[in-house]
């Protein structure tokens, strides 16, 4: 096994807070994509680096991560106004009967 795969599967092996759940029970985050992130580019071989596209390409992906992040809690904010709404037009309606 490669350092940078040994790194790598140990940054995954770390959990925090959860964003989602993957279907193999382990926690995904943001942080923990920018963990393998970083641990990927600290253990490269400096002889042999990165493709500059992969490393652009992830970063896409993380934007996306946290696009996907902010818009499921725009979303969230916004049931929960319109249940408010919803909530008081149902006890106005019931007050007037």
Known sequence: MSPTTSATSAA?????PAASQSSSG?????NMFLQLLVAQ?????????????????????????EQSINMGQ???????????IVSGASSTAVSQT
Do not use: E, Y
């Not at 382990?26 to 943001?30: G, M, S």
């Not at 725009?74 to 408010?84: C, G, N």
């Open 12 to 16: 995954a092996a770390q959990t925090t």
């Open 26 to 30: 382990t926690t995904v985050d943001k």
């Open 41 to 65: 580019l600290q253990n490269q071989d400096p002889l042999n680096p990165s493709d500059g596209t992969q490393f652009v390409g992830q970063l896409a992906q993380f934007q996306q991560l």
């Open 74 to 84: 725009d979303i969230t904010a916004m049931r929960q106004d319109l249940d408010q």
